[in-house]
């Protein structure tokens, strides 16, 4: 059974910076994609940014582009969203997401929860103003 654990979240003031984490665990077949998304109260879950496992291919929304980093280190199984520049807007629960090899995906679907097949608990950020 595969499972994603977020962590690294906290507390933070405008400008500063976190580094979420999200181990993946129980994998039998190869992941392709991995993301990262997050929703605020009263909102929709929105994603912020995707890596593929082959070759590393990163995508952001432009909501975080130039202030968020996605990375792996695929002998870990880990994928990390650095973030710099926090505002008080990226307030939100942050939620790993992952597809496997064997899902048809599209790059339409990129930051659609519906072409993720494991998601993980989630983790708070909350960024001050």
């Known amino acids: 059974q595969v499972q994603l654990v977020e962590s690294g979240g906290g507390s933070v003031q405008a400008g500063g910076s976190l580094r979420l984490s999200c181990a993946a665990s129980?994998?039998?077949?190869?992941?392709?994609?991995t993301a990262w998304f997050r929703q605020a109260p009263g909102k929709e879950r929105e994603g912020v940014a995707a890596?593929?496992?082959?070759?590393?291919?990163?995508i952001y929304a432009d909501s975080v582009k130039g202030r968020f980093t996605i990375s792996q280190d695929n002998a870990q199984n880990v994928v990390y969203l650095q973030m710099n520049s926090l505002r008080p807007e990226d307030t939100a629960m942050y939620y790993c997401?992952?597809?496997?090899?064997?899902?048809?995906?599209?790059?339409?679907?990129?930051?659609?929860?519906?072409?993720?097949?494991?998601w993980g608990q989630g983790t708070q950020v909350t960024v001050s103003s």
């Open positions: 890596i593929y496992r082959r070759g590393g291919n990163a």
């Open positions: 997401a992952a597809v496997p090899d064997s899902i048809m995906t599209t790059a339409r679907g990129t930051f659609e929860s519906a072409e993720y097949i494991y």
């Open positions: 129980g994998y039998t077949e190869t992941r392709k994609r």
